[in-house]
């Protein structure tokens, strides 16, 4: 119908203004339409109901919501492979000059990494950021469980239940859900000895996922150390991890003060107790000419030295300003050119260059000074002190140690292993642990691991299923489907038949009190609590909460609107 109104009317375009009898007839089908039906259906085979440019999309109704579905199921299959102890690693391969490498399993690196044009898909790429930002590990759980809800609603939306509905019903089962978890945490934190074992437990219990599974021990120790040492702060910027080649990974070790990447210079001291440190960033670099733009002209070779001099000159009194704030340590974020250089060896001062801004914002913060950038008033620049600078040996590279530092929360973990991949893949799980234990150390509450969470959500959501009433009962329901997914990827991840795993997981959460989880080691139903396998529950509640409100805002989405690319103008 809708092209042969077309071809009659490029033939007569004078019947899309008239509303006459005799137009009308001519339309193959005018006597089923009634008449101004008819000329809104002219006016859109004309293209008047068009209100976007030509390069623009527009997909509505199904379309729109299958196009949604698809990506961001598409997004939590390609990171499901990398749930749980036996989960596999991925190899990220950058496009760009030297095609550098990441090899990782952890969901906020590989999904970070990754240019996604779906714009369902890219709503579970910000959530897995912000579970990385907020509670640093759940990045895969959270991706996996909104695209199983996701996929369980797809089911419900082919048999005609309306979004709205299964959003109510998602909202009730994740209540419910949470309500079971905080019911079954426990808080250890008034006993300092339990609490540190629960620390442990978690910490090796976000490792078992990880490159460092087979030290996961050693690593613990390592990372609740470094934890408990914050005394309760949650600011990781105290606690440094420097990566350093050669050995393995159990070579790695925790030390207590602050290390600084760089070499102690040629002539100067190279062990200072009770040091006094100013920390700049400032051009030291200035015993060059430096005049851009302006050109000199000099009648004698004697007249240059007397530029040079006057430049010296003007070198030599701003190390005398910055020797006179009494310091014996001298750490620049910029270059230190050879004639300052010696100016500070000459007066007993360790002048550290080049170091890296994190390095001195990190050093500014443990050693408790400030970074200077002008030297004419000393009295309101705050020095930062500690009582020993040393040069230590790493391998086979020089740094330099600060020992004693103001900020007696500060640490520095050393990382070894065989190669840089390796190392920053240590770093991506260290950092995971390190960020888990001081939410931790925040909200105290702890919950067992192992699915066994997903598994007491789903009991107690199937118990509210049967009590609801109308088609709210059947979203419940299908969340309770989506939570079991969980445990059964992991079991299926692990090589075990995760539909018999499951079937047993289910009988023993009927009973009261079960501990049961899945046990990836043995491949069978084990005994959470006995194995030691904790979680946080503050990490499991972002998990839920997020994930829902992912899905719920993908089910919402009924329209897909791509504007036109803006062109470049074309300039005269």
């Not at 613990?220 to 606690?239: F, H, P, Q, T």
Request: glycine share 8%.
């Amino acid at each position: 119908h809708f092209r042969e109104t077309r071809a009659t009317l490029c033939l007569r375009p004078p019947f899309l203004f008239e509303r006459a009898t005799s137009t009308q007839s001519q339309l193959p089908f005018s006597q089923s339409l009634a008449p101004e039906l008819l000329d809104a259906f002219i006016l859109m085979a004309f293209g008047g109901g068009r209100i976007f440019k030509d390069e623009a999309m527009d997909e509505k109704g199904e379309r729109a919501r299958m196009a949604s579905f698809v990506g961001a199921m598409a997004i939590a299959d390609l990171v499901r492979t990398t749930l749980g102890p036996r989960g596999m690693d991925k190899i990220l391969q950058s496009s760009g000059r030297g095609h550098s490498v990441n090899v990782t399993n952890d969901g906020a690196t590989i999904l970070k990494a990754l240019h996604i044009d779906n714009p369902a898909a890219k709503v579970l790429v910000d959530i897995s950021k912000v579970q990385d930002d907020e509670v640093g590990d759940g990045t895969t759980s959270v991706v996996v469980l909104a695209g199983e809800l996701l996929r369980e609603a797809e089911k419900l939306v082919a048999k005609n239940i309306h979004p709205m509905t299964i959003i109510a019903g998602y909202r009730l089962a994740a209540e419910c859900g949470r309500r079971a978890l905080e019911k079954c945490a426990k808080n250890n934190k008034a006993d300092p000895e339990k609490f540190r074992m629960d620390l442990l437990n978690i910490a090796m219990t976000t490792l078992s996922s990880k490159i460092l599974a087979q030290d996961k021990e050693h690593f613990a120790n390592l990372a609740v150390d470094a934890v408990l040492r914050l005394k309760g702060s949650g600011n990781l910027e105290a606690i440094q991890i420097i990566k350093k080649p050669g050995g393995c990974l159990r070579d790695s070790f925790l030390d207590e003060g602050f290390i600084l990447d760089k070499k102690i210079g040629i002539g100067q001291p190279k062990r200072i107790e009770n040091a006094k440190i100013l920390v700049a960033n400032t051009a030291m670099d200035t015993d060059k000419i430096k005049i851009y733009g302006a050109r000199v002209r000099v009648d004698s070779i004697l007249k240059v030295a007397e530029i040079e001099m006057a430049e010296k000159e003007k070198m030599r009194m701003k190390v005398q300003k910055i020797i006179g704030h009494g310091i014996n340590c001298f750490v620049n974020r910029q270059l230190i050119y050879n004639f300052p250089e010696e100016l500070f060896a000459d007066a007993g001062i360790l002048a550290i260059e080049h170091a890296d801004f994190d390095g001195i914002e990190r050093l500014a913060l443990v050693t408790g000074g400030e970074i200077a950038s002008t030297f004419d008033n000393p009295e309101s620049v705050k020095l930062g002190h500690c009582q020993l600078i040393e040069e230590i040996m790493i391998g086979e590279d020089k740094l330099i140690h600060f020992s004693g530092v103001e900020l007696g929360q500060a640490c520095t973990i050393v990382l070894r292993g065989a190669s840089t991949h390796v190392l920053d893949e240590a770093e991506r799980s260290l950092h995971d642990a390190l960020c888990v234990l001081s939410q931790t150390v925040a909200d105290s509450r702890v919950i067992l691991g192992g699915g066994w969470p997903e598994m007491l959500m789903a009991h107690h959501i199937d118990e509210l299923a049967r009590k609801t009433p109308g088609k709210k009962s059947l979203a419940i329901d299908s969340f309770a489907v989506a939570l079991r997914a969980i445990p059964t990827i992991i079991a299926d991840n692990a090589g075990l038949d995760s539909a018999d795993l499951i079937a047993q997981l289910r009988a023993e959460h009927h009973k009261e009190g079960s501990t049961a989880g899945v046990d990836v080691i043995t491949g069978a139903v084990g005994d959470m609590e006995k194995f030691g396998i904790y979680e946080s529950f503050k990490v499991k509640q972002a998990i839920l909460l997020s994930a829902t409100e992912a899905a719920e805002m993908i089910l919402r989405v009924d329209e897909i609107i791509k504007c036109a690319p803006r062109k470049r103008e074309e300039r005269m």
